[in-house]
């Protein structure tokens, strides 16, 4: 349990020595000013600023349906995106979008590494903000460290309190705009503050606090590092030209401490002043090259261009940079960007089919659809006078947030008649469709006994929308006794 | 236990690495990560804290209970008990409702064929089949022929004070003489009487037996069944002139009935049934198909 094990252990160890647990150092990222940081304040902005408004915006839909711009309703199995509505068996429209999501990080990181992880991941995002309020309450790094040694006092308390307590207020904003995506949020709101929410509510915030806390506050780089699989597979989608997070060795090495008005000759322009490690919020040394831990924030790069702007240097001793190209630096050789390779034009052809696939399916979604369930026991029925009946339940899906009215009619079965039930004295009855439900109409279809030939017939169902002049048709069967 | 064996240092990782190699393949001793050991710590006394509070382990007859007393029986119990709440709403409305207020309410009448349908699972399928087309003997409840009749006031009757049922004092009263096995009728007239009742459905038959058959079904027969086998409700007497047939329309099972009918009984179900489940099982048999 006492000793550490790093690599200036001893070569060997005592059984009873090697610790439970390892003892991984705390990562304690520093403060740094540039303008990579400006786009990830702007980024991190943009983004939560959806996150929590989003839920917020209207969107007029009638009188039947719900009027906010996203939201998807559970105990309605309906998800509103602006004008397009999701029913259940449509899932996988969603399923498409994924896909479209998945191949569009894939594309993204072939042409710019792990900018998703870098910028836009929640983890990042959220992260980022953590370290924010930390910085506010805590003071910067070198403070923090100092307040993680000191004893206990009062002052060390308090500001911990302050620090936990802002995060898990944090978290409970997280989770609280969360469930808005799942409920009216003017509704949702204020029931959430007078406990009449539910317990479906408060669960999901609850849980999302802790979950936010855990993840933004405590685990950080660690859910990066160790829970993320994308960190572990980014590798299949590199190449020597994708943009990455780069040290250029041949300018930097030799490394080593620099006096001002000391010579650069014969000596790299890294000065070893390690401000690329304490800035990075995994901890990790970029100058070690490209490695799984690296999220591709680029803080580094701001970090080492601001010691180059003092030091009177070029930037760009770490910047976003290819594999390619810093080889070609190192040769003396100009810069090449291929942004148009194989992997990025194929990726990109698959992110717009698979884009276009998602867009057709939304704009060719029937509003009116119908299916037919025989009875199958028993599969016919005879009656007094020898005619042949079937019974079917008709599911007609009224996708629309209006109530509508359909028609229905035989298409194809010579001598057959229609019977609805609830309907049997109305003739050619309009059946109402209540707005985004499915109907369940019982139907008997009737047929002489002396049309029945003793095969099976194939017909179908005709549903006729007078008003919006849709049909559908459902394909059906007339069951008899076969000869 | 006092034996500590050294573990080298691996140079690469600065991991230990165990002394036993296999085929000079060593493995690592990482240490794992600290939340992965308190998280493991926290499973263990989380499971301690779990035997206690629920049942857990099994003796040989019972189980240890666990302080809050939980049980997945009374939990099912008290979702049954929910479920009834939230359908009392809709019970109370069914049972002020009228047929024909049910037929014209589409929430009222899916909700009554569901509970019917589960009903008429539980309690008529054994007979009449669970897609209600009966069997020979088990009226088929599908079809536009009815021995009593197909109105929503007469199903309830039926259904409330059943066929023949012994604890019913109003119960629907049928009994067709065994005109054979009684010696009313002679087997040669059982035979001329079941052609002129085939012939009645148009199938075929023997002429002249059939023309014999029609003074004999006149005397003995139209009584009960009509003139000319139109069936009459107030006795249940079917109708035989249709193409249903309860115990089957061949020559042998007609001959058959006539000379020692069988006859079917069906249970009272007022008191076994509340009214509203019977209400429920005549909309939904009323639904059917054959509903009048």
Known sequence: MTATVTNRSPATIDEADIPVWSHRPKVQPKKVKGPIRNLKWLVMAVLLGVYWGVPWLRFDRGPFAPDQAILIDLPGRKAYFLWFEIWPQEVYILAGLLIVAAIGLFFATAMLGRVWCGYACPQTVWTDLYMLVERWIEGDRAQRMKLDRAPFSLKKLGKRLAKHASWILIGAMTGGAWILYFNDAPTVVPALFTGSAGMAVYG???????????????????????MCPYARFQSAMFDKDTLVVSYHPARGEVRGKHKAGESWEGRGHCIDCRQCVEVCPTGIDIRDGLQMTCISCGLCVDACNNIMDRLGLPHGLV?????SNIERVAAGQPRVWRFLRLRTIGYGVVFMAALAGVLYALVARAPLEASVLADRNPLFVRLSNGDYRNGYTLKLLNKSNQPQQ??????????????????????SPLIDLAPDTVAAVRVFVRLPAGDWAGQPLDYAFTIHDPARDLTVTAPARFEGPQK | MSEHRKYEIDPVTGSPVHPHTWDGIGELET???RWWVLTYVVCVLFAFGWWVLYPAWPFVSGYTKGILGFSTRADVAEQIA??????????DRLAKADYTVIAADPELSAFALAGGKALFGENCAQCHGSGAAGNIGYPNLLDDDWLWGGDFATLQATIEHGVRATTDGDTRQSMMPAFGKDGMLTRAQVDDVTAYVLSLSGQPADAAAAERGTQLFADNCAACHGDKGIGMRETGAPRLTDAIWLYQGDAKAVAAQVWNPRHGVMPAWAGRLDPLAIKKLVYYVHSLGGGE
Not at chain 1, 206 to 226: D, K, P, Q, W
Not at chain 1, 319 to 323: A, G, L, R, V
Not at chain 2, 83 to 90: D, R, V, Y
């Open chain 1, 319 to 323: 910047s976003y940079d290819t594999e």
């Open chain 1, 204 to 226: 999901t915030v609850a849980f999302l606090t802790a979950s936010t806390y855990i993840m933004a506050g405590v685990a950080r780089e660690n859910v990066c590092t160790y």
């Open chain 2, 82 to 91: 929910v479920a009834k709440a939230a359908q009392a709403p809709l019970n």
């Open chain 2, 31 to 33: 240490p794992p990560p």
């Open chain 1, 406 to 427: 359909v028609a229905i009619t035989l298409d194809g079965l010579a001598g057959g008649e229609l019977s609805i039930l609830s309907h049997e004295n109305e003739v």
